[in-house]
């Protein structure tokens, strides 16, 4: 069984973790209704993409 020959140190432990953080979604308004969306996503609450009707409005239940 492998076992480590040496405590990792703090430092080296928070070096390795820099990566592991979220980050928040980039969001766009949309330029039909102002609502915060998804960019290069039909946009959630009047479903319209590039200025162009693609889903009929709202389509949550």
């Given amino acids: ?3 480590p020959k040496k405590k990792t ?4 432990k928070n070096m390795r973790r ?6 928040v ?3 766009s308004v949309c330029p039909q ?3 915060a969306k998804m960019p290069h ?3 959630p609450s009047c479903g319209t993409y590039k200025g ?3 889903v009929s409005g ?4």
């Fill in 18 to 23: 820099a990566h592991d953080f979220m980050t």
């Fill in 33 to 35: 209704c102002n609502e």
């Fill in 41 to 43: 996503r039909v946009c």
């Fill in 9 to 12: 140190s703090k430092s080296r």
């Fill in 1 to 3: 069984m492998a076992v």
């Fill in 25 to 27: 979604p980039n969001l």
């Fill in 52 to 54: 162009k009707q693609v």
């Fill in 58 to 61: 709202e389509t949550k239940a």
